[in-house]
């Protein structure tokens, strides 16, 4: 999909804050408040803004520890695959999941209160999930760059 300039600015502007008025929004891209409105309405209807959200200090809440878990299952059938994405789709403290390639089929990035509570869960729920062949956790030591936004500039086009 190919996006015009004042496209990647309201998406880059959305971005770094979902809470930026319309008209503050038409502002910064040049707009007026309608056509800007219009454009938002259309990113959402199309999926392109798929929700708003806030964004919290995980150690301000309790959350001091971060890991990341390489699981590899023991069968790679497409039933025993699904039946390991819904078991670590409804675990809270599994914040995110990938299928990858490598050395591993998935990789989950796991919080915790401290390190004592990880091994808890990581022994009596990760280690019982269905097909668990391995495990190797790997333990966030500094966050040096975490996400926050997608790079606009490097994946879309503008004209």
Known sequence: MIFKKTDVEILSNLQLDARITNQTLADHVGLSASPCWRKVRQF???GIIQSYRTVLNR???GLGVMVFIKVTIDSHNEEEAKKFEKEVHDLEAVVACYSIGGDADFLLQVVSQDLDSYADF???VIRRLPSIKEMQSLFVLKEIK???AFPLNQSIASR
Do not use: C, G, L, V
Request: hydrophobic letters at 35%.
């Open 122 to 124: 990581a022994m009596s």
């Open 59 to 61: 150690r301000k809440i």
């Open 44 to 46: 959402e209807e199309d």
């Open 146 to 148: 975490p996400f926050s």
